[in-house]
């Protein structure tokens, strides 16, 4: 089946750690987007990326870091940096010209 | 950078009433989407609608980009339509820019 993949669904982390979510897709999209949500907030943009080996922050990249090696494949780090990583994180993707976005189920992260 | 505003923040409608939520913009685009957040997180892509109106059963949308707002319609609402409903916009860079979202609660 085509589409994106975010895993895992549901991830725990220690303060100090930092832990990386994974985000794929086999649409031959080129654009990868991660956005963070609060609870009853909207969604935020932390980085994007529109081409491989290149990727621009978001309004909140501040403690997150991101790789693209693979058109298939967009892993978001969230660092020790991050003050507050406690959110649900949704990854998206589309092709480079305007078209429509699809995004995938989200990964909830907590921090104990 | 473009704004998107979504009104009213807020509805609760009783299970059968018609529905329209608005979505306004600051500057021209030529992408906008309607996404219905569902109780598990997940965004269902509702319309990819950058001018124009188009329909799908119950809903419909609208799209006026010479004037810089979209409507999404609701009609003969159901239960399973309660969750959040995004509109988002490509704005400059191509980074895809969403509003605050519309809570909509349908009782039965």
């Known amino acids: 089946d085509g589409g994106i993949t975010q895993s895992p669904k549901y991830l725990f982390r220690k303060e100090g750690q930092n832990v990386t979510l994974s985000c794929e897709q086999n649409l031959n999209h080129d654009a990868m987007y991660w956005y963070r949500q609060d609870p009853g907030q909207g969604l935020r943009l932390i980085y994007y990326?529109?081409?491989?080996?290149?990727?621009q922050k978001g309004d909140i990249a501040e403690g997150y870091s991101v790789s693209r090696e693979k058109k298939e494949s967009f892993p978001l780090t969230v660092t020790s940096a991050q003050k507050n990583p406690t959110a649900f994180y949704l990854c998206?993707?589309?092709?480079?010209?305007?078209?429509?976005?699809?995004f995938g189920q989200g990964t909830r992260l907590t921090v104990v | 950078g473009i704004q998107v505003e979504q009104s009213p923040p807020d509805l609760i409608l009783q299970e059968g009433a018609n529905s329209t939520l608005r979505c306004n913009f600051s500057d021209s685009v030529n992408n906008l989407q309607w996404f219905h957040q569902n109780p598990w997180g997940q965004l269902i892509n509702l319309f990819y609608i950058p001018s124009g109106t188009k329909q799908n059963g119950r809903l419909s949308a609208t799209t006026v980009a010479t004037e810089r707002y979209s409507l999404l319609y609701i009609s003969s609402s159901q239960t399973t339509d309660s969750g959040v409903y995004f509109c988002a916009v490509l704005g400059e860079g191509n980074k895809l820019v969403f509003g605050a979202g519309t809570i909509l609660r349908v009782k039965s």
């Open positions: 990326s529109q081409i491989v080996n290149d990727f």
């Open positions: 998206a993707s589309s092709f480079s010209v305007p078209t429509e976005a699809f």
